[in-house]
């Protein structure tokens, strides 16, 4: 069986990281050696709790609360990740998917999704990048989802809109920092178990669309940005991989 890429020797910071895909992310570069820096916007209880987790595998790890939709609590994010060093790795996870019927909604609540789900990873991307340039090699991968390819009829039309700027965002972010050792990707994730509990009824009854018959787990999104965040991975960039059993294309 081959070994997976080590990533000792490089930081990264994993946005919305107090459970679900973020923690399974955090987790899974911390068994490859990462020092992670765990983000949640309030729920400091379950970032240090992942934090524990991840130390146990001989790792750094710091929590940073701070809502990334939010310039300047950004700035106090990027504070506290300076505990590690230069992060070199950032997956911009966090994201939130309230629903508003379009004819009704709000401008406030169109902005809100559009500063968490895009403006964030715009954000992130400002504030390590340069020390990613600066070393020469960097990774950033974006969380996008289904809505990102297929839009959406359920009240989430700004949910839409933000994750397919995101799409739009890594491709160009992947052309002009590309040159500079930067690769920038997205994951689309399809149903996956364990997110949005809320939705967990949904969810599960997404099942009988999947020709590989089962759900998602936060795992197969973890593994694959393991790989884009290591050297193994170094050639891929500018794509969006849709991680959905077949789900959708």
Same mark, same amino acid.
């Given at each position: 069986?081959?070994?997976?890429?080590?990533?000792?020797?490089?930081?990264?910071?994993?946005?919305?990281?107090?459970?679900?895909?973020?923690?399974?992310?955090?987790?899974?570069?911390?068994?490859?050696?990462?020092?992670?820096?765990?983000?949640?916007?309030?729920?400091? *209880?379950?970032?240090?709790?992942?934090?524990?987790?991840?130390?146990?595998?001989?790792?750094?790890?710091?929590?940073?609360?701070?809502?990334?939709?939010?310039?300047?609590?950004?700035?106090?994010?990027?504070?506290?990740?300076?505990?590690?060093?230069?992060?070199?790795?950032?997956?911009?996870?966090?994201?939130?998917?309230?629903?508003?019927?379009?004819?009704?909604?709000?401008? *406030?609540?169109?902005?809100?999704?559009? +500063?968490?789900?895009?403006?964030?990873?715009?954000?992130?991307?400002?504030?390590?990048?340069?020390?990613?340039?600066?070393?020469?090699?960097?990774?950033?991968?974006?969380?996008?989802?289904?809505?990102?390819?297929?839009?959406?009829?359920?009240?989430?039309?700004?949910?839409?809109?933000?994750?397919?700027?995101?799409?739009?965002?890594?491709? *160009?972010?992947?052309?002009?920092?590309?040159?500079?050792?930067?690769?920038?990707?997205?994951?689309?994730?399809?149903?996956?178990?364990?997110?949005?509990?809320?939705?967990?009824?949904?969810?599960?009854?997404?099942? +009988?669309?999947?020709?590989?018959?089962?759900?998602?787990?936060?795992?197969?999104? *973890?593994?694959?940005?393991?790989?884009?965040?290591? +050297?193994?991975?170094?050639?891929?960039?500018?794509?969006?991989?849709?991680?959905?059993?077949?789900?959708?294309?």
């Amino acid at each position: 069986m081959t070994t997976p890429a080590s990533l000792r020797g490089h930081a990264a910071i994993v946005t919305g990281a107090g459970r679900n895909i973020g923690r399974a992310i955090v987790l899974t570069l911390a068994v490859r050696g990462c020092d992670v820096v765990v983000n949640t916007a309030r729920r400091r *209880a379950d970032a240090e709790a992942v934090a524990v987790d991840a130390r146990k595998h001989g790792v750094r790890a710091v929590v940073a609360v701070g809502d990334v939709g939010r310039r300047d609590d950004v700035n106090a994010i990027v504070g506290a990740a300076g505990e590690i060093g230069t992060v070199d790795i950032v997956v911009n996870n966090a994201a939130i998917r309230p629903r508003a019927p379009f004819l009704e909604m709000t401008d *406030a609540e169109w902005q809100r999704v559009i +500063d968490v789900d895009l403006s964030a990873a715009f954000y992130m991307a400002r504030a390590f990048a340069p020390a990613m340039v600066a070393r020469g090699w960097g990774r950033i991968v974006n969380i996008t989802g289904m809505n990102a390819m297929q839009g959406t009829h359920d009240g989430r039309a700004h949910v839409a809109a933000a994750k397919h700027g995101l799409w739009g965002l890594t491709k *160009a972010l992947a052309r002009e920092l590309g040159p500079k050792g930067v690769t920038v990707n997205a994951i689309s994730p399809g149903p996956i178990l364990g997110e949005q509990q809320e939705h967990a009824a949904y969810i599960s009854s997404q099942l +009988d669309k999947i020709p590989l018959g089962r759900l998602g787990t936060p795992d197969d999104i *973890a593994r694959l940005t393991a790989f884009l965040a290591s +050297d193994d991975g170094g050639f891929v960039s500018g794509q969006m991989i849709g991680v959905n059993g077949a789900a959708a294309t």
